[in-house]
């Protein structure tokens, strides 16, 4: 399984920015998928997770508000909306993939992609 995060890029604070993390090799339908983020020198952060079947999403304080978490089982693929970007957002953002869980807690994903860099700066 290959999981694959992309949108990111270099934005002005304030703005928004679509992540996109789509899975080959195997269909996801049924894993929960998830966004972590980590910046330089920093631990990996959570940031949003979604049920298989969308009824349950999970999001970090930090980003509530902000970024929506969204999927597309037709499309293997989940989404990170994130709106009113700050300096502190900076980081790689990772998606994965989990069976039965929107933990917050990056032990519980068995599936990982690279990452995607997301930098907010004036």
């Known amino acids: 399984v290959q999981l694959q995060a992309s949108g990111g890029g270099v934005v002005l604070p304030g703005d928004s920015l679509r992540l996109s993390c789509a899975a080959s090799?195997?269909?996801?339908?049924?894993?929960?998928k998830a966004w972590f983020r980590q910046d330089l020198g920093k631990e990996r952060e959570f940031v949003a997770a979604i049920s298989w079947n969308s009824e349950l999403t999970n999001y970090a304080d930090s980003v509530k508000g902000r970024f929506s978490v969204s999927r597309d089982n037709s499309k293997n693929a989940v989404y990170l909306q994130m709106n009113s970007l700050k300096p502190e957002d900076t980081a790689i953002y990772y998606c994965a993939a989990a069976p039965n869980s929107i933990s917050s807690d990056y032990g519980t994903y068995t599936y990982w992609g690279q990452g995607t860099q997301v930098t907010v700066s004036s």
């Open positions: 090799g195997r269909t996801l339908s049924f894993y929960s």
